[in-house]
């Protein structure tokens, strides 16, 4: 199978997995793993903040990271797009209190202009907003990237607003390769931000959050809370390791793969795909002729042996990540013409 669901999928490699059985590891929770400790630091330098934590899944820091920075009632601010919104069971509600206030933006990427917007005035009827939220890359907008010029915008403005700006930099290490600038270029601009090991960088679990010191300090007593205290994660934390010391750079190859992806599916009659649109590792597509076709297509392609997710009801994503190379690409490619052409 040529797995393009998502670059979650991928299997650890040989270099990975010897990093994880020679690691040294104790409980974490009693702060004895020295892998995490040393995960955690890294981690720290590579977003450019003072202290990281290392939690279970991106969706455990988003939500550990909000709680940390609100009181229940307020309100943070995020693209209605955004993951925390669509994809996250509404944590932010349950489990923080939270209202988001959500703006349309229609290329996924939060303006000064539209933070302005959706800040709620100081007034007794209205929560008080606290944080705005913004995603890099942002997947259901297509993995676009944020610039770094907008980030230092919004930066300013949440500063002089007294707001925490908070990234959910699931796939920062994509952004920062795509765009030519490091994580920590990114990181430091924000106030707190998370990167997942578990996607683009190969690793089997876990993601990163970064921010100060108390901030961490709370983050880390949430994560208890919440169930995500773990034991000897070293073993999970080497993996991490290793993959921010071999796996970052790499991901120019999947970028390249993806626009290869793209530019072919764009040539597919009933296709139809923007290679221009592909700035990272995402690749959306829609199929013409209805929902219908779409499964359809989705199912066909699954008999020839390539999997993607249908994200709507004629949009589809294919990822590309550390298991798929250019080959792969390539017979992908000829699945879908063959698809396309049956009746
Ligand atoms: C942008 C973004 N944020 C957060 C997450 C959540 O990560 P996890 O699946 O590890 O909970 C994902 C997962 O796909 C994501 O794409």
């Given at each position: 199978?040529?797995?393009?669901?998502s670059?979650?999928?991928?299997?650890?490699t040989p270099?990975?997995?010897?990093?994880?059985?020679?690691?040294?590891v104790?409980d974490?929770v009693?702060?004895?793993?020295?892998?995490?400790?040393?995960?955690e630091e890294?981690a720290a330098a590579?977003?450019g903040?003072?202290?990281?934590?290392?939690?279970?899944?991106g969706?455990?820091?988003?939500?550990t990271?909000?709680?940390?920075?609100t009181?229940?009632?307020?309100a943070v601010?995020?693209?209605?797009?955004?993951?925390?919104?669509?994809?996250e069971?509404?944590?932010?509600a349950?489990i923080?209190?939270?209202?988001?206030d959500t703006?349309?933006?229609?290329?996924g990427l939060?303006?000064?202009e539209?933070v302005?917007?959706a800040?709620?005035a100081?007034?007794?009827?209205?929560?008080?907003?606290r944080?705005?939220?913004?995603e890099n890359t942002?997947?259901?907008?297509?993995?676009v990237?944020?610039?770094?010029a907008?980030?230092?915008?919004?930066?300013?403005?949440?500063r002089a607003?007294?707001?925490a700006?908070?990234?959910?930099?699931?796939?920062l290490?994509?952004a920062?390769?795509?765009?030519?600038?490091?994580a920590q270029?990114?990181?430091?601009l924000?106030d707190?931000?998370t990167l997942?090991?578990?996607?683009?960088?190969?690793?089997?679990?876990g993601t990163?959050?970064?921010g100060?010191?108390?901030f961490?300090?709370?983050a880390r007593?949430?994560r208890?809370m919440?169930?995500?205290?773990m034991r000897?994660?070293?073993?999970l934390?080497?993996?991490?390791?290793?993959a921010?010391?071999?796996?970052?750079?790499?991901l120019?190859e999947?970028h390249?793969?993806?626009?290869?992806?793209?530019?072919?599916?764009?040539?597919?009659?009933?296709?139809e795909?923007?290679p221009?649109?592909?700035?990272?590792?995402?690749?959306?597509?829609?199929?013409?002729?209805?929902p219908?076709?779409a499964?359809?297509?989705v199912?066909?392609?699954k008999?020839?042996g390539?999997?993607?997710?249908?994200?709507g009801?004629?949009?589809a994503?294919?990822v590309t990540?550390?298991?798929?190379r250019r080959a792969?690409?390539?017979?992908?490619?000829r699945a879908v013409?063959?698809?396309m052409?049956?009746?």
């Open positions: 199978m040529i797995d393009l669901r670059d979650t999928v991928t299997r650890p270099g990975m997995l010897r990093a994880m059985m020679r690691a040294r104790g974490d009693f702060r004895d793993d020295p892998s995490v400790c040393a995960l890294r590579f977003l903040q003072p202290r990281a934590l290392f939690l279970p899944s969706t455990m820091a988003n939500v990271a909000l709680k940390a920075w009181q229940p009632g307020e601010i995020a693209d209605r797009r955004s993951h925390t919104v669509r994809y069971v509404g944590g932010g349950v923080c209190g939270l209202m988001f703006v349309d933006m229609p290329d939060l303006t000064p539209a302005r917007g800040a709620r100081p007034d007794v009827h209205q929560p008080v907003t944080v705005v939220q913004i942002h997947n259901l907008a297509g993995g990237c944020y610039p770094l907008r980030v230092r915008a919004l930066r300013r403005l949440t607003m007294g707001l700006l908070h990234m959910d930099g699931a796939r290490a994509n920062a390769v795509a765009q030519g600038v490091s270029e990114y990181g430091r924000c707190s931000a997942c090991l578990s996607k683009g960088l190969g690793c089997p679990v990163v959050l970064a100060p010191a108390d961490i300090e709370r007593r949430i208890k919440l169930g995500g205290g000897q994660a070293g073993y934390a080497a993996a991490g390791l290793y921010l010391r071999y796996h970052v750079e790499r120019a999947d390249a793969h993806a626009r290869l992806l793209a530019e072919g599916l764009a040539g597919v009659p009933g296709i795909a923007d221009a649109a592909v700035q990272t590792n995402l690749v959306f597509f829609r199929v013409a002729g209805g219908a076709r499964t359809e297509l199912t066909r392609l008999s020839g390539v999997l993607v997710s249908l994200l009801p004629d949009l994503r294919a990540h550390l298991d798929v792969d690409i390539e017979k992908a490619l013409t063959r698809a052409r049956q009746r």
